[in-house]
């Protein structure tokens, strides 16, 4: 008999998909009924909630109080003392999985590492007494620029253990971004690696390490991983192999409480403005905030295999590979290289071949993998999946759909996690034994988040009603601080409306309460799930030697989300050529990094400009969607530069 062929599934805003009987029934949340208790529970009494939560970590000294609330200053978990480290590794050993992997790796030339938990407490013992041994001590910042191996996971945990704090740079950023990260932070040491691999050649980091640190005088130490054996150079005295710093070291540490609040790391992320800002997380509450996202949201259990495909340089990163699952004591991967090499297949490839069961990835990369074409999933065998997620950016459904039924068979849930640097864990998620799941939203908020959309008055906006997307109430993960500058933390954050938290996105609910998520509300671009301000690419810009004036907008694109669309007047006297633009494009790699390269460069005699000088981001963003401006042009200076500019982008 022919094979029945099957339907095809179609959807519209309304189709609402539910994880099956068998799925629920094995969940850490069962059903609606139980989410909303609990919901209701972590909203109305957070203190019971997050006591009990806690409690299930290990607190070398129990806390005071769970919850010191002062807007929009918090403290959690106060009187505390504990040591994030020891929850991660030492943990685990001590409740018998010493010898379970902890991280498997694959690196991208295809060797392969298993590090069990008992490895790992020895590995990162080591690290420690080595860190201490160079003298850093507790509050000490240090940089950690590397590629995805396990030294960069294991070089975190050993900074945490020693109440050290950790500032990663991701490893596609340039020289010039880490030295602006070196000179807000102070750091006293930077670690890194001689290089790393990506797509079959190596990148840099100890050459661009050297750049950054030219002239910088609070580094006393930088630690190098020798991974891909290219030739590096190393000062005397401040310089070390990875292996030489550990030769002497003890495998045993034994890890000291801090207060909850002592501070974890500072992860640099943009804003509006042409500086990153240096965004503070401490100890206890990050903690309980990662436990219990992957607890609830990626439904963790002891035999899980978790895989992040996120590099360790982003929040996503920090959160769901080195602290996340590894307090959860699950076994995950760790791949270091990219998702196309040697073949579209690679991540197919290592789900089929270690039976992960919860994969976590960007719609970006679902995008790509789509183009790539079907036949590189269809030849590996994908069963070993029960769960799938994303994050960074919306899913558009077409894209959710392939996910859904191509990755994971038409049974695997798919949790479509909101959350931000700033947030520290996830807010806004499906959890996947319960949640009714529509294709492009988030949907309901994760316990202890009371979020709302308000309109500009600050009141609630009607269901269907676009507003700014807030967080109410305090919640243990989120930011204490942008480094340094408690004025920008209130301004940013807390200043649209007294004492709630405004995420900088804009959002919708349905009827249901669904989230929707529509996007940033100011200058953040969205470049590949990377958060990108047009801000710091504009002032990359001008700091070419040609440029006057540049303005910076994004235009949808198919595959990354958004494409960076950069508008630049020259100096007087300065030719337009394709050179130039080639020029220009380089610039703003070697500033800021290879992901902010501009995907089009439009000169122009001028831009265009409110009477009072404010350059009109709006008609911008409307001409590189659209191709004309249609809006009102009443209030610019100068109207004809609008016909110009309409005109070159129809030449181009
Ligand atoms: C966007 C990444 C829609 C959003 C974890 C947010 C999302 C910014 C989603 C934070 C999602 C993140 N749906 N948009 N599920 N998740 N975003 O700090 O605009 O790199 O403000 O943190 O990404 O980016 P960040």
């Known amino acids: 008999m022919p094979k029945k062929a099957k339907k095809a599934i179609e959807i519209d805003?309304?189709?609402?998909?539910?994880?099956?009987?068998?799925?629920?029934?094995?969940?850490?949340?069962?059903?609606?009924?139980?989410?909303?208790?609990?919901?209701?529970?972590?909203?109305?009494?957070?203190?019971?909630?997050?006591?009990?939560?806690?409690?299930?970590?290990?607190?070398?000294?129990?806390?005071?109080?769970?919850?010191?609330?002062?807007?929009?200053?918090?403290?959690?978990?106060?009187?505390?003392?504990?040591?994030?480290?020891?929850?991660?590794?030492?943990?685990?050993?001590?409740?018998?999985?010493?010898?379970?992997a902890a991280i498997i790796w694959e690196g991208e030339p295809g060797d392969k590492r298993v590090i069990t938990y008992r490895q790992l407490l020895r590995d990162v013992s080591r690290f420690a007494n080595a860190l201490i041994a160079e003298g850093i001590k507790p509050k000490d910042n240090v940089i950690i620029y590397m590629p995805m191996t396990p030294e960069a996971t294991i070089a975190m945990l050993a900074c945490a253990r020693i109440?050290?704090?950790h500032s990663v740079v991701f490893g596609g950023f340039s020289a010039e971004s880490i030295k602006d990260r070196l000179d807000d932070s102070e750091a006293v040491a930077v670690i890194t690696c001689d290089g790393g691999w990506r797509r079959g050649g190596t990148v840099a980091l100890k050459a661009n390490v050297d750049e950054a640190l030219k002239g910088n005088k609070t580094v006393k130490?930088?630690?190098?991983?020798?991974?891909?054996?290219?030739?590096?150079?190393?000062?005397?005295?401040?310089?070390?192999?990875?292996?030489?710093?550990?030769?002497?070291?003890?495998?045993?540490?034994?890890?000291?409480?801090?207060?909850?609040?002592?501070?974890?790391?500072?992860?640099?992320?943009?804003?509006?403005?042409?500086?990153?800002?240096?965004i503070l997380h401490t100890a206890g509450g990050y903690m309980v905030g990662t436990y219990t996202t992957c607890k609830y949201i990626f439904d963790m259990k002891e035999d899980d295999v978790f895989w992040c495909t996120a590099d360790v340089g982003w929040i996503t990163g920090h959160s769901y590979i080195t602290y996340g699952p590894l307090l959860n004591g699950v076994t995950q991967i760790m791949y270091e290289g990219a998702p196309n090499y040697p073949e579209w297949n690679r991540f197919w490839s290592i789900i089929e071949e270690y039976g992960v069961s919860i994969f976590y990835t960007a719609p970006t990369a679902i995008r790509a993998f789509i183009k790539a074409g079907d036949e590189h999933v269809d030849k590996h065998d994908l069963s070993s999946l029960r769960l799938l997620g994303t994050v960074g950016e919306p899913i558009n459904p077409a894209a959710w759909l392939w996910y859904y039924e191509k990755i994971g068979g038409g049974r695997c849930p798919i949790v479509d996690t909101w959350w931000q640097t700033e947030t520290g864990a996830v807010m806004i998620s499906p959890l996947p034994g319960c949640t009714p799941i529509k294709p492009g939203t988030a949907t309901l908020p994760f316990f202890g988040v009371d979020a709302a959309i308000l309109d500009e008055e600050g009141n609630e906006c009607k269901p269907d009603v676009p507003g700014k997307l807030v967080i109410r109430k305090p919640w243990p993960s989120m930011l204490r601080n942008i480094y340094k500058d408690k004025k920008r933390y209130k301004d940013t954050y807390w200043s649209d409306y007294p004492g709630v938290y405004t995420a900088g996105d804009g959002a919708r609910k349905d009827k249901k309460g669904n989230i929707y998520i529509v996007g940033r509300l100011d200058d953040v671009l969205n470049v590949s799930g990377h958060r990108l301000g047009t801000a710091e690419v504009e002032s990359s810009l001008v700091s070419h030697k040609t440029v006057a004036e540049a303005a910076v907008v994004g235009k949808p694109h198919e595959i990354k989300g958004e494409s960076i669309v950069c508008f630049v007047t020259l100096k007087t006297g300065v030719k337009d050529t394709d050179a130039l633009k080639k020029e220009l494009r380089n610039h703003v790699g070697k500033v800021i990094g290879a992901i902010a390269k501009p995907d089009a460069i439009h000169f122009t005699p001028a831009l265009p400009k409110t009477r009072s000088g404010k350059i009109m981001r709006r008609l911008l963003k409307e001409l590189v969607k659209t191709g004309k401006v249609t809006g009102n042009v009443t209030t610019l200076e100068d109207s004809k530069v609008i016909d110009v500019l309409q005109k070159s982008m129809q030449a181009t």
């Open 13 to 100: 805003e309304n189709t609402e998909f539910k994880p099956s009987k068998e799925f629920s029934k094995n969940a850490r949340v069962k059903s609606m009924a139980q989410y909303k208790r609990m919901h209701a529970e972590s909203i109305d009494k957070p203190n019971v909630f997050w006591a009990r939560e806690a409690k299930e970590l290990k607190w070398q000294k129990k806390w005071d109080k769970v919850l010191d609330w002062k807007a929009p200053n918090a403290k959690w978990f106060s009187g505390a003392k504990l040591n994030v480290c020891e929850n991660c590794v030492d943990r685990h050993v001590e409740e018998g999985r010493g010898n379970k």
């Open 163 to 165: 109440g050290a704090v």
């Open 221 to 278: 130490t930088v630690i190098v991983q020798k991974r891909v054996g290219n030739d590096v150079t190393m000062k005397k005295g401040r310089d070390k192999w990875w292996d030489d710093a550990i030769a002497d070291m003890p495998g045993t540490h034994k890890p000291k409480g801090f207060n909850a609040e002592h501070p974890l790391f500072i992860l640099y992320t943009s804003g509006s403005t042409g500086k990153p800002k240096g």
